[in-house]
Each structure stands twice: as structure tokens, then as C-alpha cells.
């Protein structure tokens, strides 16, 4: 039996990036929870629960891939791997 030998890999999160991203994110679904208790309470219509739940949704995708891009971006110059040294 051939035993695969490939070293494990942990990508590192800054700490401090991980609390900026949970602040952007947590920011803008507060604005969407505002912006969905305002509307059901003016017209209280099943198809506007629909349409926010859907802005719910494209709000989350749309932040994630926001985020992913920003850190491709501050990576470009190579990911930091750090290899775990107790798997050799």
C-alpha cells in the first residue's frame, strides 16, 4: 500500500481581519433586519416577506464573495501556508 505523504496545510486568519469581516458582515444584515422591520410594518404583504428574504440571500452571497475577492487581492503576492510541523 502507497501511503500519501502530502504535508497538511492550515492557512493562517489574522485575527484582526476575522473581526473586520464579522463587523462588515454583522453591520449589513442589521441594515437588512432595519430595512425588512420597517417594511413589514408599513405593508405586511406576503410578497414583500418574500422579496426580503431574497435580499437576505443576495445580500450574503454578495458579502461573501466581497470578502473572498478582498483577500484574493491582499494575496496575490502568495498565500502564507503554514506547514504543521508535528505531521511530518
Not at 5 to 13: A, D, E, L, R
Not at 31 to 44: D, E, K, P, S, Y
Given at each position: 500500500?502507497?501511503?500519501?505523504?502530502?504535508?497538511?496545510?492550515?492557512?493562517?486568519?489574522?485575527?484582526q481581519k476575522k473581526e473586520s469581516y464579522l463587523?462588515?458582515?454583522?453591520?449589513?444584515?442589521?441594515?437588512?433586519?432595519?430595512?425588512?422591520?420597517?417594511?413589514?410594518?408599513?405593508?405586511?404583504?406576503?410578497?414583500?416577506?418574500?422579496?426580503?428574504?431574497?435580499s437576505f440571500v443576495i445580500f450574503g452571497v454578495?458579502?461573501?464573495?466581497?470578502?473572498?475577492?478582498?483577500?484574493?487581492?491582499?494575496?496575490?503576492?502568495?498565500?502564507r501556508l503554514v506547514r504543521n510541523p508535528w505531521?511530518?
Open positions: 500500500m502507497a501511503q500519501n505523504n502530502k504535508p497538511k496545510i492550515k492557512i493562517k486568519v489574522d485575527k463587523k462588515t458582515i454583522l453591520m449589513g444584515m442589521l441594515t437588512a433586519i432595519a430595512l425588512f422591520t420597517g417594511q413589514w410594518l408599513v405593508h405586511n404583504t406576503i410578497q414583500l416577506l418574500i422579496a426580503t428574504v431574497l454578495v458579502s461573501a464573495l466581497y470578502l473572498l475577492k478582498r483577500e484574493i487581492e491582499r494575496d496575490k503576492t502568495g498565500i505531521k511530518d
